[in-house]
C-alpha cells in the first residue's frame, strides 16, 4: 500500500508532494513529508525510531506535519537516504551518517568513530559541546541539515565461530565487519567482509565466513546467530555508541515557521532518547535468553583492544592529513573524548564497578 | 519584578490565574501557568533546566502555553513544590521527588535510590521499564502527574577535611548528606547532618563538620568546598543518578489538548537529555580545576562501600514490611537493577573500562 502510494504520488518533491489523499495522510495537513529509513520494517528499534518521530511531530502539530515514514528499499535503497534527501526526492531520512562514509569519512562523526566517545558522551558532545555546530558546517554542502534521533549505546562485538585468545588469531579471519572498523581490523590481519544482513546466517553457517558483529543482544537474537557462531564478544570497540541521524532538507527546514521547527527539534530529542532507553531495556532480557541457550560470552583480548586503539589512531591521521572537514572535526572530537574520559573515570564509571562487583558477590 | 507579580497575582491559581499583565508574559496565551523551581538562581544548571523547560514550551505553542518560572523561596520554600502543586497553590514544579521522603519514603524512587541505577538505567526504568507508571499511580494520592525532567549523573561522594582508608575512620564523623543516604551512612557509624548549602562551607572551615556532600565537579566547585576540605571522593554511592522530576497538576493535565499534552511530554524529555548532557559537558572542565587547585581525588574503600550496600538493602527491608507503595516499587526496581547491570557490565562497562586504561597509556 504505501509502495503503492509512492509510486503513484512520487512527481513532486517538497510541501504537499504526496499526490494522493490516502487514509494514513490526514486531511488538511500543512505539510506532508516523506522520510525514507535506512532500516526494514524487521529491525523494529530502528524502523520504530522513525515511525515514533512521524507520530510524535503528527500529535503536537495537530496533524500539521504529516509524514509518511518508508522503510529501506520502498523508495531508494538503504544507503541512499542521504541522497534522496539532498537531490530533494523526499523531505527526510533517518540512517546511520557513517553508511555515507564512501563519499567523505567526515560522515563517520555523526555516527561513532572506533574507540570513540560513548552514548552518553556522544549526546553530550552533539548537543552542548559544539559537535552538531561542526556537523551541520559539513552537511551544508549536502543541502540537509541533521539532528541525532537515537542511539544503540555500546554494541557488541559480534559473533565468532572460533575463540580469539589473542590478536594472533586474528589472522586471515574473514570478518563481516563495515566501514571505518573494517579498515582498522583489517591492520590487525582479519579480512573485513561486506554482506547485508539476510546473508550474514547463511555464511557463518557454511563458513565461507569466520565471524560477523551486527547490533547487540536485542537484534542479533533475531537472526540466530547463537546456532551457528557460539562465541559471543565484547566490546564492539568501533561502536562505543551508534547515533542515527535524522537528516531534513535545508531548505524545507529554512522555511518552516519557529513553532514547528521547535517541534521537530523536541521530537527528534525524543526519539534519540527513547531509542537508547528501549535498548537499555530490551537488550538484558535478551542476553538473558541468549546464555540460556548456551552462548559463550567473552572479551576481546587485551592486545587486540591495543593494537586497534594505534591502528585506528594511524589510520584517521592519515586521513586527517589528506582532508581539512575530517581533521577539523577529528581533532575536536579526540579532544573532547580525552577530557571526557578524564571525568568520566571517576564517579560514573567506578559507582558502575563498584555496583557490578557488590552485584556479583551477592548472586 | 517576578516575586512582586506573584504577591499581586497570587489570589487565584489555575488556568490564567496570574492576574496581571506582564511585559514577561505573553499576550493572548491560552494557558499562563506557574512553575516553582526547588532551586536558586545561582545553580544555573538546575534552575536553567526550568527555564529551557519553559521556554521549548513557549515556542512550540506559539506562545499559547505561557509558564513562568519561580525560584526557590520565591512562591514556596525549596522543598515545598510539591506541595504548592498538590493543593493548587501553582500548577507545576520542577523538584528532586526524594525531597518529600518526609511525607513518605516512596518518593525517593523518582529521584535515585542508594545503590540504585544509573542515568541511563533509570532513564529505561521510567520510560521504557514499567517505573513511571509505578510513580504515577503512587503520585495521584497527592493529584499530581511526573515527568522525568533532568538528571544530574552519578555525583561525587563529597569533601573531606582528612582521608577516609576504612569504614573505621568513619566512626563519628560529622557528615552533611542528607535523606535516606544519611540513614544508611548512619549505619556505618557516622553523624549526618542535615545543613543548608549557603552554610556548608562555614562549617567546614571551621570544623563544625567532618565532610559534605553537594552534587559534582561543575556546582561544588562554585562553592569553593576545596579550600576547607582538600579531600574529594567518589562515587556518590547514594546517588548512581540523580533525576530531577517535572510536576504537574493532574486535573489541568488531564484537561489539556491532545497535542499540548504532546508538546509537555516532547519538551520534558528535551529538559531531561539536555541537563545530562551539560552536566556531561561541563564537568570535566570544572574537576580539572580543581585538581589544577590542589584538590585531592580518592576513591571510596572497598569496605565502606560493600558496608553501606548491605546496611541500605537492610533498611530497604525494614521500610518495605512496613509501607506496600514502598514495597512495590521498591521489588521491581531492585530486580530491574539485576537484569540491568547483568548486562551492563559487558559492552558498555567494558568499552569504558578498555578506553579508560588505553587513555591512560598514552598520557
Same mark, same amino acid.
Given at each position: 500500500?504505501?509502495?503503492?502510494?509512492?509510486? =503513484?504520488?512520487?512527481?513532486g518533491?517538497?510541501?504537499?508532494?504526496?499526490? /494522493?489523499?490516502?487514509?494514513?495522510?490526514?486531511?488538511?495537513?500543512?505539510?506532508?513529508?516523506?522520510?525514507?529509513?535506512?532500516?526494514?520494517?524487521?529491525?523494529?528499534?530502528?524502523?520504530?525510531?522513525?515511525?515514533?518521530?512521524? $507520530?510524535?511531530?503528527? !500529535? &503536537?502539530?495537530?496533524?500539521?506535519?504529516?509524514?509518511?515514514?518508508?522503510?529501506?528499499?520502498?523508495?531508494?535503497?538503504?544507503?541512499?537516504? =542521504?541522497d534522496?534527501?539532498?537531490?530533494?526526492?523526499?523531505?527526510?531520512?533517518?540512517? &546511520?551518517?557513517?553508511h555515507?562514509?564512501?563519499?567523505?569519512?567526515?560522515?563517520?562523526?555523526?555516527?561513532? /568513530?572506533?574507540?570513540?566517545?560513548?552514548?552518553?558522551q556522544? $549526546?553530550?558532545w552533539?548537543?552542548?559541546?559544539g559537535?552538531?555546530?561542526?556537523?551541520?558546517?559539513?552537511?551544508?554542502?549536502?543541502?540537509v541539515?541533521?539532528?541525532?534521533?537515537?542511539?544503540?549505546? &555500546?554494541?557488541?562485538?559480534?559473533?565468532?565461530?572460533? !575463540?580469539?585468545?589473542?590478536?594472533?588469531? /586474528?589472522?586471515?579471519?574473514?570478518?563481516?565487519?563495515?566501514?571505518?572498523?573494517?579498515?582498522?581490523?583489517?591492520?590487525l590481519?582479519?579480512?573485513?567482509?561486506?554482506?547485508?544482513?539476510?546473508?550474514?546466517?547463511?555464511?557463518?553457517?557454511?563458513?565461507?565466513?569466520?565471524? &560477523?558483529?551486527?547490533?547487540?543482544?536485542?537484534?542479533?537474537?533475531?537472526?540466530?546467530?547463537?546456532?551457528?557462531?557460539?562465541?559471543?564478544?565484547?566490546?564492539?570497540?568501533?561502536?562505543?555508541n551508534?547515533?542515527?541521524? =535524522?537528516?531534513?532538507q535545508?531548505?524545507i527546514?529554512?522555511? =518552516?515557521?519557529?513553532?514547528y521547527?521547535?517541534?521537530i527539534k523536541?521530537?527528534?530529542?525524543?526519539?534519540?532518547?527513547?531509542?537508547?532507553?528501549?535498548?537499555?531495556?530490551?537488550?538484558?532480557?535478551?542476553?538473558?535468553?541468549?546464555?540460556?541457550?548456551?552462548?559463550?560470552?567473552?572479551?576481546f583480548?587485551? $592486545?587486540?583492544? !591495543?593494537?586497534?586503539?594505534?591502528?585506528a589512531?594511524?589510520?584517521?591521521? !592519515?586521513?586527517?592529513?589528506?582532508?581539512?572537514?575530517?581533521?577539523?572535526i577529528y581533532?575536536?572530537?579526540?579532544?573532547?573524548?580525552?577530557?571526557?574520559?578524564?571525568?568520566?573515570q571517576?564517579?560514573e564509571?567506578?559507582?558502575?564497578?563498584m555496583?557490578?562487583?557488590?552485584?556479583?558477590?551477592?548472586?
Amino acid at each position: 500500500m504505501e509502495r503503492r502510494r509512492f509510486l =503513484l504520488g512520487a512527481a513532486g518533491a517538497g510541501v504537499g508532494a504526496v499526490g /494522493l489523499s490516502a487514509p494514513a495522510i490526514a486531511q488538511g495537513a500543512k505539510y506532508r513529508w516523506r522520510l525514507v529509513s535506512s532500516y526494514p520494517k524487521s529491525l523494529d528499534m530502528f524502523f520504530g525510531a522513525a515511525e515514533l518521530f512521524a $507520530d510524535n511531530v503528527r !500529535e &503536537a502539530t495537530e496533524g500539521n506535519i504529516d509524514i509518511s515514514v518508508y522503510a529501506a528499499g520502498e523508495i531508494v535503497p538503504a544507503a541512499q537516504g =542521504l541522497d534522496a534527501v539532498s537531490d530533494g526526492t523526499v523531505e527526510l531520512c533517518h540512517t &546511520a551518517s557513517n553508511h555515507y562514509i564512501g563519499k567523505d569519512p567526515t560522515f563517520a562523526f555523526g555516527t561513532t /568513530l572506533p574507540f570513540g566517545l560513548n552514548s552518553r558522551q556522544q $549526546d553530550a558532545w552533539l548537543t552542548e559541546g559544539g559537535g552538531q555546530e561542526l556537523l551541520d558546517k559539513f552537511y551544508a554542502k549536502y543541502n540537509v541539515r541533521s539532528f541525532p534521533c537515537g542511539n544503540v549505546g &555500546a554494541q557488541m562485538g559480534g559473533w565468532f565461530r572460533k !575463540e580469539i585468545k589473542s590478536i594472533e588469531d /586474528l589472522a586471515g579471519l574473514k570478518f563481516r565487519i563495515g566501514g571505518l572498523a573494517g579498515q582498522v581490523i583489517q591492520k590487525l590481519g582479519v579480512v573485513p567482509q561486506q554482506i547485508p544482513a539476510g546473508d550474514i546466517y547463511p555464511a557463518l553457517e557454511r563458513g565461507t565466513i569466520d565471524a &560477523a558483529e551486527f547490533v547487540g543482544p536485542y537484534d542479533d537474537e533475531k537472526l540466530g546467530f547463537n546456532k551457528v557462531a557460539p562465541y559471543y564478544y565484547y566490546p564492539g570497540w568501533w561502536e562505543g555508541n551508534s547515533t542515527i541521524t =535524522l537528516f531534513m532538507q535545508s531548505a524545507i527546514w529554512d522555511e =518552516l515557521p519557529p513553532h514547528y521547527q521547535a517541534i521537530i527539534k523536541l521530537a527528534a530529542a525524543r526519539v534519540n532518547e527513547w531509542m537508547q532507553a528501549r535498548y537499555d531495556d530490551r537488550n538484558p532480557a535478551a542476553l538473558r535468553r541468549l546464555v540460556a541457550a548456551g552462548v559463550q560470552l567473552r572479551a576481546f583480548p587485551d $592486545d587486540m583492544f !591495543e593494537a586497534g586503539f594505534t591502528a585506528a589512531q594511524e589510520m584517521f591521521d !592519515e586521513i586527517a592529513a589528506q582532508n581539512a572537514d575530517f581533521k577539523e572535526i577529528y581533532d575536536h572530537v579526540i579532544a573532547y573524548r580525552q577530557q571526557q574520559y578524564s571525568w568520566w573515570q571517576f564517579a560514573e564509571h567506578k559507582y558502575d564497578d563498584m555496583m557490578i562487583s557488590a552485584l556479583r558477590r551477592r548472586r
